[in-house]
Nanobody, 117 residues
Framework: QVQLVESGGGLVQPGGSLRLSCAAS????????MGWYRQAPGEERELVAT???????DYGDSVKGRFTISRDNAKNTVYLQMNSLKPDDTAAYYC???????????WGQGTQVTVSS
């Protein structure tokens, strides 16, 4: 069983910054992909950023240049540094862990990010 525990969401003004964290525990294989997706009300869930245990990084187009994903493999933790936040970034942010060799996909409970003045 895998558990993902997210933290760091909240309310921030436009132009501000937030840092999200997600710690994974349980049966985690050494090769995996961790990342963040987000979903606004009435919208589909979309990619924010992913990072593999080998360091490959992918970003959604809407966050390139503003968000930075990183991970600490020793702690099985992924981070998302969000800068220059916009109201359009308001959404529930979900941590994701993919264990590709097993075809398994896990989700955190979600953390709310609200960008508003």
């Amino acid at each position: 069983q895998v558990q993902l525990v997210e933290s760091g969401g909240g309310l921030v003004q436009p132009g501000g910054s937030l840092r999200l964290s997600c710690a994974a525990s349980g049966s985690i294989f050494s090769f995996n992909i961790m990342g963040w997706y987000r979903q606004a009300p009435g919208e589909e869930r979309e990619l924010v950023a992913t990072i593999s245990s080998g360091g490959r990084i992918d970003y959604g187009d809407s966050v390139k240049g503003r968000f930075t994903i990183s991970r600490d493999n020793a702690k099985n933790t992924v981070y998302l540094q969000m800068n220059s936040l916009k109201p359009d970034d308001t959404a529930a942010y979900y941590c994701n862990l993919k264990i590709v060799v097993l075809g398994r996909n896990y989700w955190g409970q979600g953390t709310q990010v609200t960008v508003s003045s």
